[in-house]
């Protein structure tokens, strides 16, 4: 029963800056980008030898905006409404008794610049600053379990909600989007398609106006029926 | 730059008493069974609760044998013959920053015993003893990536051997199937088409009697040509 030390080999930077919104699973915003940044230590070149030829890759991670909440036997997957509780290990919550987080993403490219090796992925549903313990290549013949099934979640998420903007937001995303080499309109809908309220106010009418920080932005949003309207995108520095 | 401390959530038992002959990845040996018992401290019924209705898991684990054993930048993958160097981060070798495995087993059962939680596996890849850090729901939806290719082990392993068993090896299989209440026939097999020995002795003339510990016992066998023939099997004790 021997306690194991780990420590981070990496970084993430990444355009979430707040837990509120990331999608609750990679892959489903294939415009999250970021950045895996090898510390020091183990950005020799030869370490990522022959990773590129590799899609995807997995990044083991530590949930360390939660590491110091205490874990309880049963959580409430917002999958399933945050009405029923299942049991942690049938789950991939972060409140867990190791803080120890997986994620598969997109590789899409390695650098290696004069503050270390960095590599850019995509399909990220990492919060910023997280620290990743290990990487690894994901083995189509291995991890992609054929016969696998089950649980509470077989199937893509639940119903995309419409995404609109306002002309100023419109007008937003296109300097953002300059500002951070990416689609930060396509960004936007993926994110808000997922509807990231809590389930008791998706069930209710709900004139409540939303924020969610990405990037030096914090995105002010309604969601009306079946539509999220983006209302603006409000500097915070960065 | 902060370590993190991790702690075992349970430990397996398992058929490989030594990391000769362990399969490169789980899945290739479907009988090799096993089972992941929970410590007392985290064997809360509700803790599993759901946990049933997912055919496979993934178990993040230590490589503990290995554990006090220095990385290396590169590494040389069996799969490529043990010639060439990969990066560590491109492989999936038990010698990495942090000594962390990640496997996918199939789930066959959930026990409550009295001494606890006993999650029984099939095509498991670990040495007996290993410290589970964590248990996850293998989602299909996220993990069976369908657009993931690449790198060095994009198929299957190399052609299989067939394997054949002396009279006396034929007898012991059954009275071993009958102590274990497994196939052990079957499960030697399975281990040994995939013809364990190291590279270099693959590709010449080969008359060492090779030995291997699984359960109780020691299994011996030779390689002539493309055939593995086991001769008998050993008692070792357990």
């Known amino acids: 029963m021997s306690d194991v030390l780990m420590k981070p080999v990496a970084y993430v930077h ?4 707040e837990k509120f919104g990331i999608p609750r699973q990679p892959g489903l915003v294939t415009e999250a980008r970021g950045e895996v940044r090898l510390l ?3 950005s020799q070149p030869d370490i ?5 030829s590799f899609s995807h890759i997995w990044l083991v991670f530590q949930f360390h905006a939660t590491a110091n909440v205490s874990w309880k036997p049963t959580v409430r997957p917002p ?3 945050g009405n029923q509780r299942l049991g942690v290990f049938a789950t991939r919550s972060m409140f867990r008794p190791n803080p120890l987080g997986l994620s598969v993403v997109r590789l899409e490219a390695i650098q ?10 995509s399909g990220l549903d990492l919060l910023d600053g ?3 313990l290990d990487i690894k290549p994901y083995l189509p013949y291995v991890d992609h379990v054929q016969t696998a099934s089950g649980g509470f979640a077989p199937e893509s998420p ?8 306002s002309v100023l937001a419109e007008k937003q995303c296109i300097l953002k989007s300059a500002r ?4 930060v309109r396509l960004l936007l809908i993926q994110i808000l398609q997922q509807d990231p309220r809590p389930a008791y106010r998706q069930a209710q009418e709900d004139d409540h106006q939303y924020g969610m920080r990405l990037y030096d932005f914090d995105v002010r949003w309604v969601c009306q029926a079946d539509t999220v309207m983006v209302l603006e995108l409000v500097n915070q520095g960065d």
Do not use: K
């Not at 990522?48 to 590129?52: D, F, I, M, S």
């Not at 290696?112 to 992925?121: N, R």
């Open 112 to 121: 290696h610049t004069v503050s270390g090796i960095v590599l850019f992925v």
């Open 48 to 52: 990522v030898r022959g990773l590129a």
């Open 158 to 165: 639940e119903q995309l909600r419409s995404v609109e903007f």
């Open 14 to 17: 990444s355009c979430y800056r």
């Open 180 to 183: 951070w080499s990416v689609d």
């Open 79 to 81: 999958r399933l409404g």
């Open 40 to 42: 020091p230590e183990f």
């Open 130 to 132: 997280t620290p990743v």
